[in-house]
């Protein structure tokens, strides 16, 4: 029996005025949906099976699109809802290093985002900058708030950040409603 080469993993993508939830086909080898959204040699992603509404106050109408072609740079957060365990062979080419958590919030002209951002022990999340290097950056433990209107919240495990579009990032607050009141 042979094995599949593909994978499929079930995410969303918000951007600036649509919010797109569909199936990501990936290589089987390959691993996270951050990795993919880092890969700088594709500039477009397919998502199948797309549900898509605007953001704001049309939200209500969904659209239905077999597949949509997203500019990689248009996606701000990307959300997987399911975790695909990395392949044997995968798992054996990634480096493992113990991380901690650090508290942050990223600021964006139209959301705030507040999870966990993880670095090395050790690493001083003052002097690491998130907003350097990588465009996208994994959050855990994350919420995303949408400010034009803020009852639109998104809760998740993973919430990946498109760095590139931050407007700053600031270590040690947590800027979720409920604790800056």
């Given at each position: 029996m042979v094995e599949s080469a593909w994978a499929s993993l079930h995410v969303e993508f918000i951007t600036e005025g649509f919010c797109m939830a569909g199936r990501l086909d990936l290589p089987g080898a390959q691993g996270r949906l951050v990795d993919v959204l880092n890969f700088r040699g594709e500039h477009v992603i397919v998502l199948h099976e797309v549900e898509a509404r605007r953001l704001g106050s049309e939200s209500d109408k969904v659209f239905n699109w077999p597949m949509a072609h997203i500019r990689r740079d248009a996606i701000i957060l990307a959300i997987p809802h399911e975790h695909r365990l990395l392949s044997a062979e995968a798992q054996t080419r990634l480096e493992h290093v113990a991380k901690e958590p650090h508290r942050v919030s990223f600021l964006m002209p139209a959301f705030t985002i507040v999870g966990n951002l993880h670095l090395a022990k050790g690493v001083d999340i003052n002097v690491a900058s998130p907003i350097r290097g990588l465009d996208f950056v994994p959050l855990t433990d994350a919420e995303a708030i949408y400010l034009?209107?803020?009852?639109?919240?998104?809760?998740?495990?993973?919430?990946?950040?498109?760095?590139?579009?931050?407007?700053?990032?600031?270590?040690?607050?947590?800027?979720?409603?409920?604790?800056?009141?």
């Open positions: 034009p209107d803020p009852t639109i919240v998104w809760r998740a495990g993973v919430i990946i950040v498109n760095a590139a579009q931050a407007e700053a990032c600031c270590p040690g607050l947590d800027l979720s409603p409920q604790q800056s009141s």
